[in-house]
C-alpha cells in the first residue's frame, strides 16, 4: 500500500494525540509534501509559544519530526505542483490543502495503484475523494 500523508496525520503521531491513524507505519510506502515540514515546524512553534511544549518537549518534538521525515518520499514543492493547486478543485479548498491535494495528484501519477490520501482534516478528506482518491483518517 502507498499512502500519501497531510500534516494532520504527522502531527498526530508527532504529538501522540490519539487516535493514531489506522495501521501507522504500516505501509509499503508513505509519501508527503515538503510543506509538511514547514507547517509540523510553525505547529510546534506555536505550542512552544502557548508554553504548550516546554524546552525538552520541543527539542523531542523536533527529533521526531527529523525521524519520521527521514522515513517519508518526498513530493517537492515544484513550479508543477504549484501551478496544480492553483487550478479548480471539485470542492472548496484552503490553500495549504490544495498544495497537498496537488502534491497527491502528482504522485498519483507516478504511482496508479491503489494509492491512500491519509489526513485527520474532515474537508480534506471530502476534497480528496471528490478528486477519487480513497481516503483514510478522517
Known sequence: MIVYLDTSTVLRALLGQM???????????AYTSDLMGVEARRTLDRLRLASALDDAGVADAHAE?????RSLGRVRLTRRVLERAAQPMATAVRTLDAIHLASALLLRERHPESMLFATHDRRQALAARALGFTCVGS
Open 19 to 29: 487516535p493514531l491513524l489506522a495501521g501507522w507505519g504500516n505501509w509499503e510506502e
Open 65 to 69: 519530526l527529523a525521524r519520521i521525515e
